[in-house]
């Protein structure tokens, strides 16, 4: 009959039987050394392809390039239009109050008063636009040529709209004044007057106001940059970037400990 030989006992279980222990204690590095190494990996590969990344910023022209991706800027605190839109067209010209700002064609103009504004109105070969106590004067296609305050406005603006080529507004005391050609001057007027009416501002339009209060984005460089040093991941980032360093030393140490004992077990 064949024999049957006993199966071998693994090694670390050769090993806790050897050595009052401290085989066991071996075995339990292991383990954890190789949770710890799996963990760092990932911080390991993280910093290695940022770091070459931003060793070869210039061939890869990380200084030039813009990221503009929407959750990008808010993860930065860059923020778009946060508050109501309130917007008129006028000769396909779109008009537009957001945040405080005055926009015009997706670009802004200048500030106004939120609760007044008024809407906008193509008069002759110009749109008038805004409320309260500042008009703006554009071009049709959304190019400021003027802006008119309280000391040319004969009164707090409520309503803009149109008589014929004449741009006119009505003030909140309700009088109603028509403006020269070059709405340069106002004088009290009345007769039917086709006044502008809030629109839904397009999904494209919005957008538009959204880059125009972001800026041109942030630089692919600053952002490679703190994601290799921790500070993309909020505070909290460079902290486990410390962790990750530690981690890293202590594989290091706790790999050469167990190479040496089993270096002196063999023995």
Do not use: C
């Given at each position: 009959m064949p024999m049957c030989v006993p199966p071998r006992p693994g090694r670390e279980?050769?090993?806790?039987?050897?050595?009052?222990?401290?085989?066991?204690?071996?075995?339990?590095?292991?383990?954890?050394?190789?949770?710890?190494?799996?963990?760092?990996?990932?911080?390991?590969?993280?910093?290695?392809?940022?770091?070459?990344?931003?060793?070869?910023?210039e061939t890869l022209d990380l200084?030039?390039?813009?990221?503009?991706?929407?959750?990008?800027?808010?993860?930065?605190?860059?923020?778009?239009?946060?508050?109501?839109?309130?917007?008129a067209e006028a000769r396909g010209l779109w008009v537009a109050?957001?945040?405080?700002?005055?926009?015009?064609?997706?670009?802004r103009i200048g500030d106004a008063d939120g609760t007044a504004f008024a809407g906008a109105a193509a008069a002759g070969d110009v749109v008038v636009a805004g409320g309260g106590d500042r008009l703006f004067v554009l071009?049709?296609?959304?190019?400021?040529?003027?802006?008119?305050?309280?000391?040319?406005?004969?009164?707090?603006?409520?309503?803009?709209?149109?008589a014929g080529q004449r741009a006119v507004i009505e003030?909140?005391?309700?009088?109603?004044?028509?403006?020269?050609?070059?709405?340069?001057s106002w004088r009290e007027a009345g007769g039917p007057v086709v006044w502008s009416e809030p629109a839904e501002l397009p999904a494209e339009e919005r957008k538009a106001l959204d880059d125009a209060l972001r800026g041109e984005g942030l630089p692919l460089y600053r952002i490679v940059l703190?994601?290799?040093?921790?500070?993309?991941?909020?505070?909290?980032?460079?902290?486990?970037?410390?962790?990750?360093?530690?981690?890293?030393?202590?594989?290091?140490?706790?790999g050469l400990w167990t190479w040496l004992r089993q270096k002196r077990f063999r023995r």
């Open positions: 279980h050769a090993m806790a039987e050897r050595g009052n222990g401290n085989g066991a204690r071996l075995y339990t590095l292991r383990r954890w050394h190789g949770r710890i190494g799996a963990v760092a990996a990932l911080f390991v590969l993280l910093l290695s392809v940022t770091g070459l990344a931003l060793n070869h910023a200084y030039r390039k813009q990221v503009r991706a929407g959750w990008i800027m808010d993860w930065y605190g860059i923020r778009g239009v946060e508050g109501p839109v309130s917007a109050l957001a945040d405080g700002h005055v926009f015009a064609a997706g670009r071009t049709p296609a959304g190019e400021l040529v003027e802006t008119l305050g309280e000391t040319v406005l004969p009164g707090t603006v409520a309503r803009i709209g149109v003030t909140v005391s309700g009088r109603t004044f028509a403006a020269d050609e070059a709405v340069t703190d994601i290799h040093a921790g500070r993309f991941f909020t505070r909290a980032g460079p902290f486990a970037m410390d962790l990750a360093a530690l981690a890293l030393i202590a594989l290091s140490a706790s």
